[in-house]
């Protein structure tokens, strides 16, 4: 059994859309298209090689296919390393415990635990990584307790399937390559979001230079955007190497704008209170838009254009330390853009900018913890006290759930859909098996009944709303009709293995309300501002940091910040979190002016 979780243990990639009519896109029937051709392909190769288990070899495609070439890349090699862990883990946990179900049940309670934990504090791969290494040893030591000398077997079947499943999904990838320049497409979408927050922050500004104007609530509305360059370029980076002899001034492009987003903030608060020159401001104002238009052209840019537009960053290097900033993150920007297009580091040195820090949730990592080993013994004791037949599965079940859901701050209503996309993709699974498959004992009758169920998955699964539902609905559907070289037909085993499924992913619901409920609505939003002011009270620990110690201390604020904006879009909310990095922010200035004059006093007295 497995399960994609793309959506949970990372936002959704960004790749284009053409328009096609009103409710999807050329480029998401063509994902589709190939990601289940492809799929359907590593099937009959998996049954040609007479793989015990070769949905597994479909299934991986279907994972590790998301629409961005540099993500399956990436995504691919998580999941080789954490399969490969996997399988091992479960080889070893059996072997110390070949004949004790208690031991063997307490150790892996323990190996999930601390994947389940690593996962949570771990952000992109090496959370997926962690949670493929969890669910696969799952599945290989499911049936420990009545065949103990297959697991090894299985593992082999597991791993083999897998690396099938991978050629195909890179093959996949190979072909939907739109076009080879992965610089220039990465400029594009920089040059697409640093428009978009160089306008807003001249606009800021304007309004707050006009006292006419009503003074609206302070907010950072392009937070996320810009946060998600932090994967964008990484991804980039995956899929062109070359990218990597730039990769310093590439990855503090978030930091670099977040930095901007801050002291335009900083400037908006200060004309409040007549604390800085507004001809300056001004001056500032002229030059984000100036910025913004050379940027408008994205990759079209002409490299002279950006590098003229640095130089004349210079007059903004005044005594003002919040021009000053906004003029080095507007030259890294700039020269960003320039080596993406150039592949070669600017000749000027700029000055730098780290890559974003994003919350480690420590908290969210013990509770998912104690979720995991709690689960799984529970799960053992109703499998021990019922004796039921289906109780491997459903333990096997309940611990992929247990892992799966580790990154959602409301792993309730991600089961939620789980359960859901589970009993229609079940019912559907065992309507196609005895009302279609029976018609012939056939691998192309096989296909031919796969491939629309799979395609409407596919397509469903680009939609982030019901991204989550499509991937459960096709993991039931394989498991119902476990396509196999002949055909085999049980119908109640194939009801009995469905009670199962969905039993354990309820199971599991019950285990996440009991330990740690996630919070909703009002109280959701105060655990956010809650965890903000925590990050807040870092400060006194960093108060005489390096500008790279402030600045991770920022993006780890705009982190918690970027979760706040996605719960609630409350002006008072939004503006009390900027209120809390602005407050940081001023500390570490006072901090830092308190640092010089005590320099400056004892170099007076020596």
């Not at 594009?188 to 006009?210: F, K, M, P, T």
């Not at 005489?544 to 909310?573: F, H, I």
Request: charged share 15%; hydrophobic share 50%; with cysteine.
């Amino acid at each position: 059994m497995s399960v994609t979780t793309v959506t949970m243990v990372s936002r959704p990639s960004y790749h284009a859309h053409k328009a096609w009519y009103f409710f999807t896109s050329g480029n998401d029937l063509m994902f589709s298209l190939r990601t289940t051709v492809t799929g359907l392909a590593a099937l009959l190769t998996g049954m040609w090689l007479q793989l015990d288990v070769p949905r597994w070899a479909l299934t991986t495609v279907f994972v590790v296919s998301p629409p961005v070439r540099g993500n399956a890349l990436r995504k691919t090699a998580s999941r080789v390393i954490g399969t490969m862990i996997g399988c091992v883990a479960g080889v070893v946990i059996a072997a110390m415990f070949p004949q004790d179900r208690i031991g063997f049940t307490l150790t892996f309670a323990a190996w999930l635990g601390a994947c389940a934990y690593w996962a949570t504090l771990k952000r992109g791969f090496v959370s997926y990584g962690a949670i493929l290494a969890a669910f696969t040893s799952a599945i290989v030591a499911a049936n420990v307790s009545s065949a103990p000398q297959d697991i090894f077997e299985t593992a082999i079947d597991r791993g083999s399937s897998t690396l099938v499943g991978v050629f195909f999904a890179l093959l996949a990838s190979d072909i939907a390559a739109r076009s080879d320049d992965v610089p220039g497409d990465l400029a594009d979408r920089v040059c697409s979001v640093a428009s978009d927050v160089l306008e807003w922050a001249a606009n800021y500004l304007e309004r707050h230079l006009d006292s006419n104007q009503i003074q609206e609530s302070d907010d950072a509305p392009f937070t996320g955007d810009i946060l998600a360059l932090d994967e964008l370029t990484i991804n980039a980076m995956a899929e062109r190497p070359a990218l990597k002899w730039i990769k310093q001034s590439i990855v503090g492009l978030p930091t670099a704008l977040l930095s901007l987003q801050s002291n335009v903030l900083c400037i908006g608060r200060a004309i409040r209170f007549d604390k800085i020159d507004c001809r300056s401001v001004q001056r500032a104002r002229l030059a984000l838009i100036d910025a913004r238009d050379v940027l408008k052209a994205g990759a079209e840019t002409p490299v002279p254009a950006l590098q003229e537009q640095a130089a004349s960053l210079a007059h903004l290097r005044t005594d003002l330390p919040v021009l000053a900033e906004i003029a080095s993150a507007m030259q890294y920007l700039l020269a960003s853009v320039e080596a993406m297009l150039t592949l070669k580091a600017p000749n000027k040195p700029i000055r730098s900018y780290p890559a974003p820090k994003f919350l480690a949730q420590r908290e969210r990592a013990k509770i998912n913890l104690a979720r995991a080993v709690v689960g799984m013994l529970l799960a053992f004791l109703i499998w021990d006290a019922t004796a039921w037949t289906e109780g491997a599965p459903f333990m096997a079940f309940a611990a992929v759930a247990l892992v799966i859901f580790v990154s959602l701050d409301d792993p309730v209503a991600g089961n939620r859909l789980n359960l859901i996309g589970t009993v229609i993709g079940g019912v559907v699974g065992l309507a196609a098996k005895f009302l279609l498959l029976t018609w012939h004992n056939d691998p192309v009758w096989l296909v031919m009944v796969l491939l629309p169920l799979i395609f409407v998955a596919v397509w469903v699964e680009v939609t982030p709303r019901y991204g989550r539902l499509a991937i459960f609905y096709i993991n039931a559907l394989l498991i119902m009709v476990e396509p196999t070289n002949p055909q085999q037909y049980d119908f109640a085993q194939g009801l009995n293995t469905l009670v199962a499924l969905a039993a354990a992913y309820a199971f599991v619901s019950i285990v996440f309300i009991a330990i740690g409920a996630p919070k909703s609505g009002r109280k959701r939003i105060d655990e956010l501002l809650g965890r903000m002011c925590r990050h807040l009270g870092m400060t006194q620990k960093i108060s005489c940091a390096t500008r790279d110690q402030q600045l991770a201390w920022e993006t780890g604020m705009y982190d918690g910040m970027q979760q706040l904006q996605a719960e609630s879009q409350n002006c008072r909310d939004r503006a009390l979190a900027v209120e809390l990095l602005l407050a940081g922010r001023r500390f570490f200035a006072s901090s830092s002016a308190n640092h010089v004059i005590q320099n400056r006093f004892v170099g007076t007295l020596s």
